[in-house]
């Protein structure tokens, strides 16, 4: 894949996710392209190498002054975008990251602060981790994604509100429709239903959105 096809399909991910956390999109991307050479390497969708049960394979750590070939775990995902979005998780659940100032250099737009905050909170091994996504960054003003633009004065839908909707409506009408898909005898009518289910999934998916909450 061409350095600017993975930009551009990882760009308004990342940068959903800078409005969603507040991890600059830049980061994102850029490891994005570390971890997966562009895309080229991401076994099970896994853009950012984060370590699972899901599937095992060979991988190269920094070791002792040396670089060492070993089988490990990772995480697996549908999409390219379940990947993305736990990335952000990922940083946020482990505390290493916010006790490193990696959230307060992303606060800031410091690009280059928030890089080496990784870096010595032990998301890599490699001693040159911070550096490759600066030089990314740079070599492709990632940066200019970091300024967002400021959005509606229109006030967020409440949570609360959201998750009623959610449960009330959308999941009682989705579970219908995925019954339907199940039972249905006919290809066209198959296709009809499936439109119909993942409909209530997306309008469920901007509800969240709207609210500020995590998509499922």
Same mark, same amino acid.
């Given at each position: @894949? =061409?350095?600017? *096809? +993975?930009?551009? #399909?990882?760009?308004? @991910?990342?940068? &959903? ?15 994005? !392209?570390?971890?997966?050479? /562009?895309? !080229? ?6 853009? +950012? ?7 095992? +394979? ?10 060492? =070939?070993? #089988? ?30 990696? +959230? ?41 994604? *970091?300024?967002?633009?400021?959005? *509606?004065? @229109?006030? =967020? ?16 009408? /989705?579970?219908? !429709? *995925? ?22 999934? /997306?309008?469920?998916? &901007? ?10």
């Amino acid at each position: @894949m =061409k350095v600017q *096809d +993975f930009i551009n #399909i990882l760009a308004p @991910m990342a940068v &959903s996710e800078q409005r969603r956390t507040g991890i600059l999109a830049s980061i994102t991307i850029a490891q994005g !392209a570390v971890e997966s050479g /562009w895309g !080229a390497a991401a076994p099970g969708n896994n853009l +950012f190498g984060i370590k699972g049960s899901g599937q095992e +394979f060979v991988t190269t750590e920094y070791t002792n002054g040396h670089f060492v =070939k070993i #089988i490990g775990g990772f995480r697996t995902y549908d999409t390219w975008e379940g990947s993305v979005i736990d990335h952000s998780e990922f940083l946020i659940a482990n505390s290493r990251y916010k006790v490193s100032g990696f +959230f307060e250099r992303c606060k800031e737009l410091d690009y280059i602060g928030a890089a080496g905050c990784l870096q010595n909170a032990g998301y890599a091994t490699d001693p040159k981790y911070a550096v490759k996504l600066i030089q990314i960054i740079q070599a492709n003003r990632l940066d200019n994604y *970091d300024i967002l633009e400021v959005e *509606d004065d @229109m006030p =967020k839908l409440d949570p609360g509100v959201a998750l009623t909707m959610i449960n009330t409506f959308l999941k009682p009408s /989705w579970a219908a !429709a *995925d019954a339907q898909l199940k039972a249905a005898q006919d290809s066209n009518k198959a296709a009809a239903w499936k439109e119909q289910r993942d409909y209530y999934a /997306w309008l469920a998916n &901007s509800l969240r959105d709207a609210s500020g909450l995590p998509r499922e």
